[in-house]
């Protein structure tokens, strides 16, 4: 079991629909990020908060919106997607963006878009 | 632009037997993660090498970092079939922002 919950495990969805992803923790860390994971292919970063603020976002599409409500929840919005969307994924968390910690996994969202 | 290479990127091996993998890596830093994932799971943390010539070792994996070559290498010692799984070596590019390797999908058979 891993310690940063992520939300729904798989999601097949249209390329005119709206869900979200949701990624949550406990560990009381201060970061949180988004990764894209295509198979067998590397991890790819998406988005970095810190204290709940936006502090990367590595020229992400705009069909992908993260949210932070507080410092335990993570949302990743999406709408209007594209096919090349599909993909897993991953949620993760550190005690901070700039402490030599790693970073701590959830089990991810396999996304299908159709 | 930061890149990172892990070399071989498919391994298959006898138990028993000891193998390394490679992580090089083109710009300066000074954090280096291990990680693992087995098919469709999530990735785990194996090590955090954190200065030049660190050595970290737990059961029959050993990591070490050496930041003048950027090189980093994982080697295992008379494997066993739980340690088949992918894994990578991600660099730190400052404030956690990691640029992870191809992987190494590692097979051990009995």
């Known amino acids: 079991d891993t310690e940063v919950t992520q939300t729904p495990k798989h999601l097949v969805m249209g390329m005119t629909n709206k869900k979200s992803l949701k990624c949550e923790q406990h560990m009381g860390h201060r970061a949180m990020y988004w990764y894209k994971q295509k198979a067998k292919k590397p991890p790819e970063l998406m988005f970095v908060y810190s204290y709940e603020k936006l502090s990367i976002n590595e020229s992400v599409p705009s069909r992908f919106s993260p949210e932070c409500p507080n410092s335990s929840l993570l949302n990743l919005h999406l709408h209007a997607l594209q096919p090349e969307d599909s993909a897993l994924y991953l949620c993760?968390?550190?005690?901070?963006?700039?402490?030599?910690?790693?970073?701590?996994f959830g089990d991810g969202t396999r996304l299908s878009i159709l | 632009e930061l890149k990172v290479e892990q070399n071989p990127l498919f391994l298959s091996m006898q138990e028993g037997k000891n193998y390394t993998i490679y992580c090089n890596y083109s710009?300066?830093?000074?954090?280096l993660y291990w990680y693992r994932q087995d098919p469709g799971k999530s990735l785990e943390s194996l090590f955090v090498l954190l200065s030049n010539g660190a050595v970290k070792q737990e059961g029959r994996l050993m990591a070490s970092l050496d930041t003048k070559a950027r090189l980093s290498t994982l080697h295992i010692t008379a494997a066993v079939h739980d340690l088949s799984a992918t894994y990578f070596c991600a660099v730190d590019r400052g404030a956690q922002k990691l640029v992870f390797g191809q992987g190494t999908r590692l097979t051990i058979n009995p």
């Open positions: 710009t300066t830093s000074d954090r």
């Open positions: 993760a968390s550190s005690q901070d963006s700039g402490e030599n910690q790693p970073q701590h």
